[in-house]
């Protein structure tokens, strides 16, 4: 389809419980972007892609998190042992040549 | 890294007003995009312009590469323009990270 497909919407978790969230790219889109916005004016980049292999990850925080985008499945962004500090809306973008890059609706994610 | 700034940081108008937005960069950009976000969190891709000018409906947008800087005109401002702009840019070097500005908020009164 055209768009980037975040699930779900909201995800709630108590502070330490794993959270795992998903992507599916726009198909033929070979880069996937993800960003954390905490404030509301503050995009923070994670991690992006080119197909199933890392193509940046400066911005990962290496101790909880990871990411993974495997053939033929929606990518996922996974947090172990969540932290108040998590607590933000997670944006996946996907994009494949100049012209742009198209972001998903995003997952609010709440740490209590 | 790239540098963005965004003014001014918050907007008010009344409905029917026009506004530009400034978005300045400290590097060369191989891409700039315009987004709003919606008072429910949408990121709404306005427009993709790493130079020229691009028009769509009261909406417009202007990036001079040389000099560093993309301006949004918002013309007759509506109620439903309200929200956050971000502008957010990528080096020039490949598929690089976008490194967003810190918004400018808008509000339009009716």
């Known amino acids: 389809g055209e768009e980037v497909a975040q699930t779900p919407k909201h995800l709630v978790r108590g502070e330490g419980q794993k959270a795992k969230l998903y992507c599916a790219p726009i198909?033929?889109?070979?880069?996937v972007f993800w960003y954390q916005q905490v404030l509301k004016n503050e995009f923070k980049f994670l991690i992006s892609?080119?197909?199933?292999?890392?193509?940046?990850e400066t911005g990962m925080p290496k101790e909880r998190f990871s990411a993974k985008c495997l053939p033929n499945s929606p990518c996922s962004l996974e947090i172990q042992a969540t932290k108040l500090e998590d607590s933000a809306v997670y944006f996946c973008?996907?994009?494949?040549?100049?012209?742009?890059?198209?972001f998903g609706s995003g997952t609010r994610l709440t740490v209590v | 890294g790239i540098q963005v700034e965004q003014s001014p940081p918050d907007l008010i108008l009344q409905e029917g007003a026009n506004s530009t937005l400034r978005c300045n960069f400290s590097d060369s950009v191989n891409n700039l995009q315009w987004f709003h976000q919606n008072p429910w969190g949408q990121l709404i891709n306005l427009f993709y312009?790493?130079?020229g000018t691009k028009q769509n409906g009261r909406l417009s947008a202007t990036t001079v590469a040389t000099e560093r800087y993309s301006l949004l005109y918002i013309s007759s401002s509506q109620t439903t323009d309200s929200g956050v702009y971000f502008c957010a840019v990528a080096e020039n070097t490949g598929f690089q990270k976008l490194v967003f500005g810190t918004g400018t908020r808008l509000l339009v009164s009716p």
């Open positions: 198909k033929g889109h070979s880069y």
């Open positions: 973008a996907s994009s494949q040549s100049q012209g742009g890059y198209t």
């Open positions: 312009i790493p130079s």
């Open positions: 892609f080119q197909n199933e292999n890392v193509f940046d």
